[in-house]
DNA sequence: CTGAAAGCGCTTACAG
DNA sequence: CTGAAAGCGCTTACAG
């Protein structure tokens, strides 16, 4: 019998069947492993299957059982602008975290539906809320909606912030940056015997940074160190941000303190650069740690002394909290993964005396 | 009325209808634009659609029209060992096309499914497969199937490929490598004077370094150069591969031509840095080129004379096929794009004579 | 173990 | 301009 095939090329499942001579019910049982199909019903399946080189429709799949397994993951698209060599990094950050995602993802048989938004697009909430549509549940990055914008988008489906901060409606995994920053301020004081110290903080909307500075202020009282603060230390997470801070401070003739924390490596790599051109020595005449521990942050000169944080564990961990949501209606709503101090040479520390403190 | 949400909490447009006391016909249309609904019947709609903050779901939408809006891409994910600063780069490469992609994918409203794929997975063409029932066409990263696989996947959903061949099923988009390769030759022996090449190979069963593997030879002979070659010359598209290369040649007591193309940047830098040190002078003694741009590429020493491909664009131009083909049964099977020399220090121009050759 | 049938949430001719 | 109804391709009780 030789039926011309569908013009538009569809195979469904009744193709399958008339093949193999059963029920588009057998056909879907074997090809989900529910029931116990006979070996013969089995093998025409699949024979016939394999012959038409069959895929099930993954949105008619979707439909029928409520599940589209897809999670659609949500970042901020840069500019592109780059201030420096390694500024690229932050590509990479997201980049990194978004596979961490997708290796939970994979254990549970999701793919990721990823959409970038530009900093300045407008209608994120209508574009994400279509993503929203396709997907299961959201992860969604850093500093991208308001929480009225999250709690918008938690009303349609389950949402995952990272690095942010949960809402009634929305579930949140983030770095124990308290006890990042908490490690680095007593490494700087308790071992160097620094006693004045500054912050260049990241963005001034990210709960990230609120943390660290926080965390900065209240250890650095702690241990009885001075702190420098104000307008002139605000930074951006960028290189060029943290170079700008260094700038100002040294054109207002101020002090600098004896080490400075940076909100993030790229922070840190902007502020060496402009210390080298002003001739100030790192370490020796200031001490400069970051926050992330880039690839590029043990190549820089000196090399990097910044605190670790679980980036790929991070995503995936994201995802299985999505997924515990998803598929029980239950989740942590707000996870906190430990880091680790990753002790160079920046701090002051010489290469043979730099481990890991505690 | 004080009616209990559903259980579920999954509104449909039926909701939204009752809401706003039209029929569920009238709410799709007005929520795709369709037909030419009254000013009120509009208003009472959107009205209900954000009361409720409705999202019509994409699965039944998909089911019922026939298009997803999504297009899956599928790349290989590396093993994440590196050997040299930088390394990381390729990570970036497929990140750069991927987010040309995405820009192609949102001007006509479609989204990305992305799925990567270990070296050694098994049953990669079942898990793409998969992939490809969750989407309206495929874009496959280098080297992802072979010519069977790709046939396979295409007898399902269109399918283009990147820096591939196409296939009778396939379509495929990549850059001009014969015109890079050639560019390169010339600027090297007619500009430079350099009558003896060596070419370090990228991965033996990539299409694209059997292109330029090609070309170099083509072109060299073409010119009058002398060529050395052989399994010596074997790389992978890795810096350790390119640095192989030069210390078996070096250990084989071989003497060096004077300048050798790599086939990507990620060689040449695993080849400078093995013939630093070795005490060969770059450029001095032996000049080298490598294949891309990437970013670091600029900021070797010396910095790298290169070609430079258009990946965003690549990107773009791959959904842009593969969309033409999804909505008009249309696609052109071999596109390919314009690249550019990018000449810099390391054939041995200097930095005020270096600039682009034609 | 297997098949007939209902239903998932939309879109879109088809009448009115 | 608008509504009732069919249909997209699956899955899954429900009978047999």
Same mark, same amino acid.
């Given at each position: ?19 193999a001579?059963?029920?588009?019910? =057998?056909?879907?049982?074997?090809? /989900? ?5 006979? @070996?013969?019903? #089995? +093998?025409? $399946?699949?024979?016939? &299957? ?54 939970g ?34 992860i ?25 901060? =949960?809402?009634?409606?929305?579930? /949140? ?5 308290? @006890?990042?920053i #908490? +490690?680095? $301020?007593?490494?700087? &004081? ?18 990230d ?15 009885g ?50 210390l ?48 515990s ?34």
């Open positions: 019998m030789a039926e011309p095939k569908k013009a538009k090329g569809t195979l469904t499942i009744y193709d399958v069947a008339k093949l001579g059963v029920s588009i019910a =057998s056909v879907s049982r074997v090809l /989900n492993g529910q029931g116990t199909p006979r @070996a013969e019903t #089995r +093998d025409r $399946v699949m024979r016939a &299957v394999r012959e038409l080189s069959f895929v099930p429709d993954g949105a008619a799949r979707a439909l029928s059982n409520g599940l589209k397994e897809v999670v659609g993951v949500v970042f901020r698209r840069e500019n592109g602008e780059t201030y420096l060599e390694g500024e690229d990094e932050s590509f990479l950050f997201i980049d990194v975290i978004n596979r961490g995602i997708e290796v993802a994979r254990r549970r048989g999701f793919d990721l539906l990823i959409s970038s938004v530009g900093f300045n697009d407008d209608n994120v909430v209508e574009r994400i809320g279509a993503l929203a549509g396709k997907a299961d549940g959201l969604l990055h850093d500093r991208m909606l308001s929480a009225a914008g999250i709690a918008r988008l938690a009303d349609m489906v389950p949402v995952v912030t990272l690095a942010g901060t =949960s809402t009634p409606a929305s579930m /949140n995994v983030r770095c124990d940056n308290e @006890a990042g #908490r +490690d680095l $301020v007593r490494h700087l &004081v308790i071992e160097h015997g620094y006693r004045s110290l500054g912050y260049v903080s990241g963005r001034a909307d990210s709960p940074n609120r943390t660290r500075q926080h965390a900065f202020e209240t250890e650095a009282v702690a241990v160190a001075e702190i420098d603060t104000g307008q002139a230390w605000q930074g951006n997470y960028s290189a060029a941000g943290g170079a700008n801070v260094v700038e100002s401070l040294l054109a207002a003739g101020r002090k600098l303190p004896r080490a400075i924390l940076c909100a993030n490596d790229q922070t840190a790599l902007g502020v060496i650069h402009a080298a051109q002003r001739g100030v020595r790192v370490p020796q005449d200031v001490a400069i740690t970051g926050f992330d521990d880039v690839p590029v942050a043990r190549h820089l000169h000196p090399p990097l002394t910044t605190v670790r944080q679980p980036m790929q564990e991070l995503g995936a961990m994201a995802f299985e909290i999505l997924y949501r998803i598929s029980a209606a239950a989740g942590k709503a707000d996870t906190v993964l430990p880091v680790e101090l990753v002790v160079r040479e920046s701090c002051g520390c010489t290469s043979s005396s730099a481990k890991d403190g505690a």
